[in-house]
Every structure is written in C-alpha cells, then in structure tokens.
C-alpha cells in the first residue's frame, strides 16, 4: 500500500509534478505540512517577474527546471520563506506582489518602519519554530522525502522518460538544511535560533548530546 500513497507527512501530493518541476520537489520534501503546492517553488513560471521579484536576494538569473543544484536550492528557499510570510501576513497568493512591496504593506497597515529583511526574519521564525514542532512530534529527517513513484518515470507522455534523481534530491535536501542553519539531521542549530531572537526554543531542541547555550 506504501507505494501507492502518493504522500508526504500525511500530505496528499497536489496535481503539481515534481519529476518537471524539480524545485518543488525538494519544497513537498521539506515543507513543514507535507507535500504543499502553495509555499512553494514552481520552477516553470521562474522568469520574468517571478524572477524580478527575487532580485532584491541577489538572484539575478533562470535556473534551469530540472536543476536540482545550489542554485535551484538557493532559489527555493527564497521564494518559499516569502511565501510562507505571505501566510504569516493573510495575503492572497494569486496577487502578483513584488516581495518588496510587502514591506510597503506592512507599513502602511502597522505604521511600523520595517524592513524587508525583518520581514524575512519572521519568515525564517515560523519555519524554525514549525521545524520544532515537527521534530517534538515524532518527526526526522527521514520524512524530509518524497514517495518513491516520484524516482521513476511516468508510464506514458511527456513525462515517460524522466524522473527525479534520489541522489540529487538527497544533496539538494542537504544543502537546504544548511543554508537553514540546521545540522545534517534537519535539526535547527542553538546559533540559528538565537540569531533569530527565539533563544527560549533552544530548550526544545531534541536532545542530540551537545552543550547548549541558553543566554
């Protein structure tokens, strides 16, 4: 029954096919909810002003689609965290925004003289402390992955000779974790923590037999 449930953490897989889109491979993997289309990267629509938007983070050029390098990692990071503070702030998805102009909306509505990269930084909490749920909840880094039909092509179309690469998919879900500041478990590291002012989480960490800095 396993190889049939096209899961993740529970999650069912939207109609989104990573063995195209391999950057949103890697969010279905990953994501704090499962297999999740919304804070996502779809690789096909990442030019233009998809693109543009992300140029305030110094990405200036396309990835290719089936790339599942650094690049493609870095890429999906950015646009995911901006997508999750989309939900943090209850904007519609559907509304083509330019990330910098959330800071405008945020200011307008609060008042507050904030940054784009305050605003990030409340993108990088949620994901932190969500992460610390997951783990406090029985979750590793061994539901970070995707159902194994994903590693093999589909029967017939455009889609008949291709399939995502576990072991690029591996290195790539490696490179997430540490461009996160998580250790090779998915684990978020007491540093990355303080850095994001929720030191107080540090004593939720799994217990991994390291000294924890509690300030």
Sequence with gaps: AEA?????????????????KRGLGIGYAVSPTGADHCHNLHDTIMFGLNLEKLRPFGVLREVP????????????KYWMEM??????????????????E????????TGWDVSLFELVKVA???????????????FTSADDWLPPRF??????????ETAVNPSHLRRAIG????????DRDGVPLPG??????????????????IERVIV
Excluded at 67 to 75: I, W
Excluded at 102 to 109: E, M, P, Q
């Design 151 to 160: 590693f093999q092509p589909q029967t017939s179309g455009p889609l008949s």
């Design 83 to 100: 997508r999750v503070l989309a939900n943090c702030l209850c904007l519609c998805q559907f509304t083509p925004w330019r990330f910098i």
């Design 175 to 182: 490179l997430f974790y540490e461009m996160m500041g998580w």
């Design 124 to 138: 990088e909490r949620t994901l932190n402390l969500a992460r610390l749920f997951n783990l406090r909840e029985g």
């Design 192 to 209: 990355t923590l303080h850095e994001l002012d929720i030191g107080w989480a540090v004593e939720h960490l799994p217990e991994r037999g």
């Design 4 to 20: 049939y449930a096209v899961q993740v953490k529970g999650q069912e897989v939207p109609m989104h096919e990573p063995r195209l």
């Design 65 to 76: 689609v089936e790339s599942l390098g650094g690049e493609k990692v870095r890429m999906y």
């Design 102 to 109: 959330y800071v405008d909306l945020v200011r307008a509505v």
